[in-house]
């Protein structure tokens, strides 16, 4: 009864559409950087910029006390992670934003079937029949044989399944570290593990678009403490249908701003994506389990 009085449904709605006006903001600015910087740098600058934001912790990082399995995590999740990030910023710049969006609620999917292989998760018939229908909804989009599944498609599924390893990995970071390390210690290892990807295809940036770069910093960290206001504020189960609206956003933004056509299939595709990841939120808050399926806003850049 007391965590009834406590959820604010209202607030975690409203929480939850802040933080996807700031993702669908960081989604046009990428989108209209275009493929002007290479998608490493492009990357590589994202989160070096985004630094300058965690200045406040520093004090807290220095004096940190980590164990070496600590230290193996937090390394691993940085150079799977800059990985995703490179493929997300190559394919933003490559295929049209609604699919990019869409493609994007597979990480969820990908983290029940990891949670199943690598953490004993055990999957009941109705989970399994909602990953399979996630699965179909991700073959809806790409269509292969029906149209052409360009590199743009192929990096997003492995931004998909690098941003799902990450999140596991920082599940498992969770039970000994405190949050704002976790975000610090990502945000410090994914600039590190993209330095090396970006210099040797290094393009003088210009002001204009290094501010663009940080202004994209600023978006996506705020989209993900909305998230985490949201997340307080109301259960999952309340908040995770709200970001069926980002792929409306993503799908309005592209068209109107960008010219891109409006693909049927690709807003089906991830309407029964996003379908299957809500019933599996539903499922874990029916069971009362600490939860491991992510809802879909958790896995952005």
Request: proline share 6%; charged share 10%; hydrophobic share 60%.
């Amino acid at each position: 009864m007391m965590e009834a009085r406590k959820s604010k449904p209202l607030n975690g709605v409203l929480w939850m559409l802040a933080a996807g006006a700031m993702f669908v903001g960081v989604n046009a600015l990428v989108k209209s950087l275009g493929t002007a910087l290479p998608s490493t740098q492009a990357a590589f600058l994202r989160f070096s910029l985004g630094l300058l934001i965690l200045i406040p912790l520093v004090p807290r990082l220095l004096t940190m006390r980590l164990s070496a399995r600590q230290w193996r995590l937090f390394l691993i999740r940085g150079a799977v992670h800059s990985v995703g990030v490179a493929l997300w910023f190559y394919a933003m710049a490559r295929i049209p934003i609604a699919d990019v969006t869409a493609m994007n609620y597979l990480s969820p999917i990908l983290i029940t079937i990891g949670a199943a292989l690598f953490l004993g998760e055990k999957l009941a018939a109705r989970r399994i029949m909602a990953v399979v229908c996630g699965l179909i909804g991700a073959f809806i989009i790409l269509r292969p044989g029906l149209r052409e599944v360009g590199p743009g498609h192929l990096a997003m599924l492995g931004t998909a399944t690098c941003f799902a390893a990450s999140y596991m990995i920082s599940k498992r970071l969770s039970d000994d570290v405190e949050p704002l390390i976790i975000v610090a210690m990502l945000s410090i290892t994914v600039s590190i593990g993209l330095a090396p990807m970006a210099l040797p295809v290094w393009v003088a940036p210009s002001l204009a678009q290094l501010g663009q770069l940080f202004l994209v910093a600023v978006l996506a960290t705020l989209g993900h403490y909305f998230m985490t206001l949201a997340f307080k504020a109301a259960p999952m189960t309340v908040t995770q249908p709200v970001t069926f609206l980002q792929l409306v956003w993503a799908v309005s933004l592209g068209a109107l701003v960008f010219d891109e056509p409006i693909d049927p299939f690709v807003v089906f595709g991830g309407v029964v994506i996003l379908s299957s990841v809500t019933f599996i939120t539903w499922r874990e808050a029916v069971l009362k389990r600490r939860e491991i399926t992510p809802p879909s806003v958790a896995t952005k850049v």
